[in-house]
Every structure is written in C-alpha cells, then in structure tokens.
C-alpha cells in the first residue's frame, strides 16, 4: 500500500470548517483512500472513503486531487467532539493488511 | 464496537505470565485484523487473516506473540513470556459486511503489565 503523510496536529475553532490534509504521491490506480478517526481511549472509528470523485456522507466531505496525489478531508462544521487523531490511509479494496500512520491530532478549540 | 466483542476489556498481569487475549466478531467476516497501540503512540499492525489463507504475521514482534483463529471465527492472541513492553491496548477489527474495506474496531483489550 502506498505511503501517506499527514501534519502531526492541526487545530480548528468550534463551528468551523476543518480541512485535514493527506499527500499520498505513490499511489495507484486501483488504490482507495480510506479516512479513519480515533477518539481518546476509544478504537479507530471509519469516516469516509473514495477512489478519485470527492465524496460525502453524514461525517465528512472528502476531496481528491484530479491527479490523486492528495486528498483533504473536511469536517463541515467542527465540534468539540471531533477532537481526535485522523489516519488516512491509501489500500486497495479488498482484503488485505492495512497499515495505520501516525495522523494528524485534531483540537477543536471553543 | 458493534459486531465484535473483545476480551478482557482490562488485564493486569506479571512479567513472565502468558496472556490470551480473545476477539470475538459475529458471523459472515472471512478477515480479522489485530493490532497494538501503545500509550501515545498510533496503531501498529500485528496479524491479518483472510479465510482459509495463511494469515499474515508480518506484523507480530516475537516469537512470543502468537494468534489463532478457529472455525473462521474467534481468535485468540497469545502473549508468552509477557515483558512491560508489551503493555498496550490489543485491537481488533474486521471489514464491513459491504466489501468496500472500511474497517470495524472493537473496543480493545488493556493489557498491563507489571
């Protein structure tokens, strides 16, 4: 699977939108970007997924770059409970193992 | 988390005892993953099965880390010989039933050891 890099923490005030970046330059075509959160003490939780359309669901928007090599994720409207470390992770879409970086610790602040 | 129950939730233990530690998803998942995470630290990959394969155990650390998986169901991780080093939240997860590879955690188990 291919390498993601993601800025170690990034903070954002309640209310606004919080644009979470992810640069993933080796990947392929048949490779999905995947976006998982982890709140304190609680195991990851999924959030959204795409190929290469931009995605949206009840979480998250999810933008990805016309060429692939780089992806936002985009909480609408930030809570306090979003406060959390964000993985992205690229992988192909069938079984295999699937390798968690270190994300991008997440404070919303009021 | 829904659809897969681990235990214990907490296990506090001595250096040198062995300790299992079980997964348990309901039915119709062929994968299950195990991780680790360390206090601060991301998730470190263990162990990956996939139905009748061979799982992958690229991930386990030593030879003192072993898992299982019976029937295509339960799986058990075994720590021999447990050392401090391996205090950590054990995880486990498996893909959503829709095949589309987002993965579904449990709640973990807290192994502590002394």
């Known amino acids: 699977d291919a390498k993601t890099t993601q800025p170690p923490s990034m903070d954002c005030a309640e209310g606004r939108a919080a644009n979470l970046p992810c640069n993933h330059s080796?990947?392929?075509?048949?490779?999905?970007v995947y976006w998982y959160r982890q709140i304190h003490s609680q195991g990851p939780q999924y959030i959204i997924h795409?190929?290469?359309n931009n995605e949206t669901n009840e979480m998250a928007s999810l933008i990805i770059t016309e060429d692939r090599k780089s992806s936002t994720l985009i909480l609408p409207h930030a809570t306090l409970r979003d406060t959390a470390v964000y993985y992205c992770i690229v992988r192909v879409a069938v079984a295999s193992k699937i390798i968690f970086g270190s994300g991008t610790r997440l404070s919303i602040r009021p | 988390g829904a659809g897969v129950s681990q235990s214990p939730s907490n296990k506090v233990t001595e250096k040198g005892k062995d300790v299992e530690l079980r997964c348990d998803p309901i039915s119709g998942h062929t994968a299950l993953y195990w991780y680790r995470q360390s206090l601060g630290q991301g998730l470190e990959f263990l162990i990956y099965?996939?139905?009748?394969?061979?799982?992958?155990k690229s991930g386990l650390p030593s030879d003192r880390f072993s898992a299982e998986r019976t029937g295509g169901s339960v799986s058990t991780l075994t720590i021999q010989r447990t050392q401090q080093e391996d205090s950590a939240v054990y995880l486990c997860?498996?893909?959503?039933?829709?095949?589309?590879?987002?993965?579904?955690f449990g709640e973990g188990s807290r192994l502590t050891v002394l």
């Open positions: 099965f996939q139905g009748n394969s061979a799982p992958d």
């Open positions: 997860a498996i893909p959503g039933l829709r095949n589309t590879g987002e993965l579904f």
């Open positions: 795409g190929l290469k």
């Open positions: 080796t990947i392929s075509g048949n490779e999905y």
